[in-house]
């Protein structure tokens, strides 16, 4: 049961990040509507709209897991097999929103492979890391910056590869 809550946590914390994103493009929409597609002027909105993006998915990841794993697993096997369950369930959820939407699927991404690969181990591996200093960071500030920075750096940097590709 706690592994299948892991998974739902996953989902809720992407739900809860597709919010933040979608407040942002609203936003965004809002402050360039005089402009009918994407140009040069907007490209400094759109690399800020993938690194709000990228920091409220981190950011979420690592309030349902500080809040979900720091007092419930003492064991570290039972700790990480559910950061790794939780990080599935994120990349599920997304991975299903993107695929509903055609037009993101045939604007930005060749839904292949690579992109399902990517997304899904990008979104493991941050949630892991996340977890990591969940697991071993005592002072919960450290504990915060830490994970936020590694994870966020690399979220960013997957999203610039995906963007510039």
Not at 41 to 57: C, D, S, T
Not at 109 to 124: E, K, V, Y
């Amino acid at each position: 049961m706690q592994k299948f809550q892991s998974f739902l946590l996953g989902i809720l914390a992407s739900a809860g990040a597709l919010v933040i994103e979608s407040i942002w493009i609203v936003l965004f929409s809002i402050s360039n509507a005089h402009q009918s597609s994407f140009s040069v002027e907007n490209l400094p909105y759109f690399l800020l709209f993938l690194a709000i993006g990228a920091f409220a998915e981190e950011l979420l990841k690592f309030i349902f897991l500080f809040k979900r794993l720091r007092y419930v697993f003492l064991d570290k096997k039972n700790f990480f097999e559910n950061v790794l369950i939780f990080g599935s369930g994120f990349a599920f959820f997304e991975l299903l929103l993107i695929y509903q939407n055609s037009s993101l699927n045939e604007m930005f991404f060749d839904f292949s492979g690579i992109m399902i690969t990517g997304a899904s181990a990008l979104h493991i591996l941050t949630a892991v890391i996340i977890g990591y200093f969940i697991y071993v960071e005592k002072e919960t500030r450290k504990m915060f910056i830490k994970a936020i920075a590694f994870s966020f750096l690399i979220h960013l940097a997957y999203n610039l590869f995906i963007f510039l590709s």
